[in-house]
């Protein structure tokens, strides 16, 4: 069975600061894609990453990077230089490659608060 | 890219009205939908797997009567919220995964929000 844990559930930063989402994950799977998902009140899901678990180098999409590390079965992602619109609720979400259909497990979410 | 509707965005009604919700895909044909439900503060769970032509599957603890699932052609799902009661009110949201491209992501759409009064 597959498990997803954030265990930050808020946190609260001031703008221009760094933050890192923690994400841990389980899985019986070889094979397997790990996701972030941003979602602002407004309530939409905004995808923001895909790595598959062969692909272990590390991404870097402007202010936001992500650190995966199978030997510990984390993905966590930074967001540095923070600002007041990347207040949201942040998903990691796990997705085994042999599952029908390709479910999403997501964790519990971490809400992240930028003060100006 | 690729884009899922999905509709209404709100909806506010009496208890024991029942609601449809669509979730279509705009431009791409979609085998499966999924449809998650989230409570306030908490998150997605999923709900079931829709394919197209087939009876959705469930998952553990979502009742099938209570929340009837039809996937009648490659771009559209409906949810029905039958006889809708307070503790139905949440957030929907869709997801909607391309034919043949089982190596994407998924599509989600932007979510209804049901209130039951």
């Known amino acids: 069975a597959q498990k997803v844990t954030q265990a930050q559930t808020e946190i609260s930063v001031v703008e221009k600061e760094d933050v890192t989402l923690d994400c841990v994950y389980e899985t019986r799977d070889t094979t397997y894609y790990l996701f972030w998902y941003k979602q602002p009140p407004s309530g939409e899901l905004v995808f923001l990453i895909r790595?598959?678990?062969?692909?272990?180098q590390n991404e870097i999409s402007g202010r936001y990077s992500w650190n995966f590390q199978k030997s510990t079965s984390s993905f966590n992602f930074t967001i540095t230089a923070s600002q007041v619109v990347d207040s949201a609720v942040y998903f990691c979400?796990?997705?085994?490659?042999?599952?029908?259909?390709?479910?999403?497990?997501f964790g519990g979410g971490t809400r992240l608060m930028v003060k100006p | 890219g690729a884009v899922v509707s999905q509709h209404p965005s709100r909806v506010i009604c009496k208890s024991g009205t029942s609601v449809k919700i669509e979730c279509r895909s705009l431009d791409f044909q979609a085998t499966t939908m999924f449809w998650y439900r989230q409570f306030p503060k908490k998150s997605l769970m999923l709900m079931a797997t829709?394919?197209?032509?087939?009876?959705?599957?469930?998952e553990q603890g979502v009742e099938k009567d209570k929340f009837l699932i039809n996937h009648a052609s490659l771009t559209l799902s409906t949810l029905t919220v039958t006889s809708a009661h307070p503790e139905d009110s949440s957030f929907y949201i869709c997801?909607?995964?391309?034919?043949?491209?089982?190596?994407?992501?998924?599509?989600f759409g932007d979510g209804t929000r049901l209130s039951i009064l």
């Open positions: 829709s394919n197209e032509g087939s009876k959705a599957t469930y």
């Open positions: 790595r598959n678990s062969f692909d272990e």
């Open positions: 979400a796990l997705s085994e490659f042999g599952n029908a259909g390709n479910m999403l497990t």
């Open positions: 997801s909607a995964r391309s034919r043949g491209r089982s190596n994407q992501p998924q599509h």
